[in-house]
């Protein structure tokens, strides 16, 4: 059993926190926000993430588990110390390491014994230098090292993930550290790969980016497929079962959202120009993913002949499903240029309506995605919950103004929900013939 000490408690921190908890370890998370500290404390999640809530009161109530604003109770025994605060974008696209240098120098006060800082929180390529000399600053004499050690969780299974990680990454200039440090994940039986610290800042920039860059390519090609009459769906399961290709990250849609995808492209666009590269793949990838929500918007008012006055129901609103998140979340730009051209919003989500009601306050909020039907010219589908997987589309359409349903996940079949008397359209897919740009060779 290590003593662990965990700063934030954001995705990553409560995740981190009770996961290693639950592995029989001594864990004090520490938070400068009271009223998440209130939630934590009376053994409520302040996120919506399957299976946390449990996990999180079964250590609470076992003792192995502390909430504090304290760094005294955390950091002083500590043998592991988690950076888990947040690195969002900044003004000019950089990280924004406001959060990670202070906490770097109220860990490095009260460190009283030799530990090491891990640091998990996605940080431009060299923070891991900058950290250890804010820390060295404020730890005096006391020995320390610090390691990076990037996050791949994701959220709706972040839990999971916490458990079963494909990899961990370790990066380190030394090599005892890094060690220890693996030997902790020992009970997880995942690969370990031990680099650099620069390195593996850069493991995780390079991955988020390149799944990002997966998301745009299969949108370019919906795109495509648009004009000419092909469905991407089918072309990401063909060139998905190509085993160097694989079937993940080819949905077609609305784009990346969330709280990293977009924060962490740019981050490393911004790093990459500052360094004297050209990278322009990085600028495509954010160019389509912002195209991406223009066009679906677009869509909708070619289909609906203008959107001025029009009633359009929303169903889905965090980034992805199994979330509250609406950070970045496709449709926070969406509802607001539907808005902004003359629309009334309705929407509903099973999760994210109370986080949204202060992001997009002039929409009605509606108990189930029949109320959203009701009046509407058309129905948007924005987040892929399983719930709107089988709708009732006899009484959608029944409820509906116009049966017309515009679907930005592909959640549906076209042929399936026209033959129920929709208008529909998919993206990359389900065009009628007629519309299809002349391809004739
Ligand atoms: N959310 C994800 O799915 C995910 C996945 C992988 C990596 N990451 C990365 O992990 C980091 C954290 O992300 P998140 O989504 O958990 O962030 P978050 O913004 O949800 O949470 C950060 C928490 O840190 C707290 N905090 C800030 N400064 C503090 C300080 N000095 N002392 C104590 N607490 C402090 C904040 O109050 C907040 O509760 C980011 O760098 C992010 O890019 C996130």
């Known amino acids: 059993m290590k003593n662990i000490c965990v700063v934030g408690t954001g995705y990553v921190g409560i995740v981190t926190g009770v996961c290693f908890a639950d592995l029989g370890n001594n864990v004090v998370c520490i938070e400068i926000d009271q009223h998440k500290l209130d939630i934590l404390r009376a053994g409520k999640s302040p996120i919506y993430e399957p299976g946390l809530e449990e996990l999180l009161q079964r250590n609470l109530n076992a003792g192995r588990l502390r909430f504090t604003d304290n760094y005294q109770i955390g950091i002083p025994d500590a043998d592991f110390v988690f950076i888990t605060v947040g690195t969002p974008m900044g003004d000019d696209g950089a990280a924004d390491l406001q959060y990670v240098e202070s906490a770097a120098k109220s860990i490095g006060a009260a460190l009283q014994q030799p530990s090491i800082i891990i640091d998990k929180s996605t940080v431009p390529i060299g923070t891991g230098d900058w950290v250890t000399n804010l ?10 090292a610090v390691i990076s050690n990037p996050e791949f969780l994701r959220e709706g299974s972040a839990v999971n993930d916490f458990f079963h990680p494909d990899r961990i990454v370790l990066g380190s200039l030394d090599r005892e550290a890094a060690a220890t440090v693996a030997a902790l994940h020992e009970p997880l039986s995942a690969p370990i790969i031990i680099t650099d610290l ?5 493991i995780k920039y390079a991955s988020n980016a390149f799944l990002a860059t997966r998301i745009s390519f299969i949108n370019e090609i919906a795109q495509i497929c648009e004009k000419l009459g092909a469905d991407v769906k089918e072309v990401a399961r063909g060139m998905g079962a190509d085993r160097r290709i694989g079937p993940h ?3 077609a849609g609305l784009g990346f ?6 924060k962490d492209v740019m981050a490393l666009h911004h790093m990459a120009a500052k360094s004297g590269c050209h990278p322009q793949l990085l600028q495509a990838v954010m160019d389509i993913n912002t195209d991406a929500r223009r066009s679906f918007v677009h869509k909708a008012e070619t289909i609906l002949d203008g959107l001025d006055g029009k009633q359009i129901g929303v169903l889905g609103l965090s980034f992805k499903p199994n979330t509250d998140d609406m950070r970045e979340a496709p449709s926070l730009d969406i509802v607001q240029v539907l808005q ?12 994210a309506m109370s986080v949204a009601e202060a992001l997009l306050p002039d929409v009605v909020y509606c108990a ?8 509407s010219h058309a129905l948007l589908i924005l987040t892929e919950w399983n719930e709107f997987k089988q709708l009732d589309f006899d009484k959608l359409k029944r409820l509906m103004r116009q049966p017309v349903i515009l679907d930005g996940r592909n959640l549906y079949d076209p042929e399936t929900i026209e033959a129920r008397g929709f208008t529909y359209r998919g993206v990359g897919r389900g ?9 004739e060779i």
Do not use: N, W
Not at 340 to 351: L, M
Not at 369 to 374: I, R, T
């Open 135 to 144: 820390i060295k600053q404020e730890a005096r004499d006391v020995p320390f």
């Open 198 to 202: 620069r390195t593996a800042e850069m």
């Open 249 to 251: 990250f080819l949905d």
């Open 257 to 262: 959202g969330g709280s990293c995808f977009p």
């Open 340 to 351: 902004a051209a003359g629309a009334h919003v309705k929407a509903y989500d099973p999760v």
């Open 368 to 375: 189930t995605p029949y109320d959203v039907a009701k009046g």
């Open 431 to 439: 065009v009628p013939r007629e519309e299809l740009v002349s391809s």
